[in-house]
């Protein structure tokens, strides 16, 4: 297959309490990344919101709606690709909206909707308590888009700690992961670096991976939004503030490790089985 060069943009915000204020800004830094030659430019979790519970659910819209068709509004201004990270989208329950990653097309349109599935109920000793389950209603859908002829794998922060969900979508074609989130200071320490490359050595794939930084009192954001190709190499890496970093992703690159480690190849599905 013929090689695909995709220049992609990761917009890392500091999204506080204030929806259309947070909305306004992650459009801005959108733009810019756009102007600055990206074809796809992706954006955190929480975009529109961070703060209490009730905020969130009072902060949720449908999409279609204003919030995603800001984003669709840049896709189309610059004939690129938007990754809306998440927004709060509304359910049939107002107490628990979705957790939606949105794709948008150079035409403005939704290309691919995705709900988290796996929501984020920990309890860290000296680190984040959240029930995310209180205030978020999951998904049940594996999603993989096509852009301009690369498979894209769409998850959610936490969906990190899940590989089989990371290997179900390199199986049904993707070749980039993406992975927008909110990640928490305490646990992205030690944790966030280490599992981004882990899901792409193990997948051969390229993970991108734009991250809040910052945030409301007592739970900050860890922020570090990075490019991973499928060596597990980090190619780029946002500074500790709010902030762009662009790369090439190809999907050469990704032929090339999957032919030297043939780890999809090799595997044997059918001595998995438990029990």
Not at 94 to 115: E, F, K, M
Not at 140 to 162: M, P, S
């Amino acid at each position: 297959m013929p090689c695909v060069e995709l220049r992609v943009a990761l917009v890392q915000t500091d999204a506080g309490s204030d929806p259309a204020a947070n909305v306004a800004r992650a459009v801005a830094l959108a733009d810019a990344a756009a102007e600055a030659g990206a074809r796809l430019v992706a954006l955190p979790e929480y975009l529109q919101f961070r703060g209490s519970d009730d905020g969130f659910r009072s902060s949720a819209r449908p999409i279609p709606g204003p919030f995603s068709d800001a984003f669709a509004a840049v896709a189309k201004r610059h004939a690129c690709w938007i990754l809306a990270g998440s927004l709060a989208e509304t359910s049939g329950d107002p107490a628990q909206p979705h957790n939606t990653s949105v794709l948008l097309g150079p035409d403005g349109t939704i290309r691919a909707r995705y709900r988290k599935l796996h929501l984020f109920d920990v309890s860290v000793d000296d680190g984040p308590v959240d029930l995310e389950s209180a205030r978020v209603a999951p998904g049940d859908e594996v999603v993989v888009a096509d852009v301009e002829g690369v498979g894209l794998g769409l998850t959610i922060c936490y969906d990190l700690r899940f590989p089989e969900l990371y290997r179900t979508l390199t199986l049904a074609g993707a070749e980039v992961l993406a992975v927008p989130s909110n990640f928490t200071e305490r646990t992205g320490r030690d944790h966030w670096e280490v599992l981004l490359r882990a899901r792409a050595i193990e997948n051969g794939a390229w993970v991108i991976a734009p991250s809040q930084i910052g945030g409301p009192p007592g739970q900050p954001a860890f922020g570090r939004s990075m490019v991973i190709d499928p060596w597990g190499i980090v190619v780029a890496q946002a500074p500790d503030r709010e902030s762009i970093v662009h790369a090439v992703i190809d999907t050469d690159r990704v032929a090339a490790v999957r032919r030297q480690i043939p780890a999809l190849a090799n595997r044997r599905p059918e001595a998995y089985r438990l029990g």
